[in-house]
């Protein structure tokens, strides 16, 4: 999770996340695509994990990302959710680590 940490505190830039070629490269899609960011928001993006439904949360306050999470959610009860172990987080970082920075390369400043 370091290669994101320098992405928290940078100017959120909604407007590159609607129609993103870098986020449909990352597998991700936005549930909840807002027409512009109050004082406090967070956006869940959906995506798979060996069959379980995968979020990445990302928290933005004052336009500014301030939390990037990953967890994946019971697919019976979506508000239980667990944080990926260290084994599947290297692996899903290994496999989609470089098109997420490309992401938020596109969407922060």
């Known amino acids: 999770m370091q290669r994101f940490k320098k992405y928290i505190g940078k100017d959120f830039i ?3 996340v609607k129609d993103s070629e870098a986020l449909r490269s990352t597998g991700f899609i936005c549930n909840n695509l807002l027409d512009s960011i ?37 697919s019976e009860d979506p508000d239980d959710v667990r944080p990926l172990s260290e084994v ?18 596109e969407i922060t400043r």
Request: hydrophobic share 45%; with cysteine.
């Open 14 to 16: 909604l407007k590159n």
């Open 38 to 74: 109050g004082d406090f928001e967070e956006l869940e993006f959906s995506s798979d994990l060996s069959g379980q439904p995968l979020l990445m949360c990302v928290a933005v306050l004052t336009e500014k990302v301030k939390r990037i999470m990953f967890v994946v959610s019971n």
């Open 88 to 105: 599947e987080l290297k692996d899903f970082l290994y496999q989609k680590g470089d098109q997420l920075v490309k992401f938020f390369e």
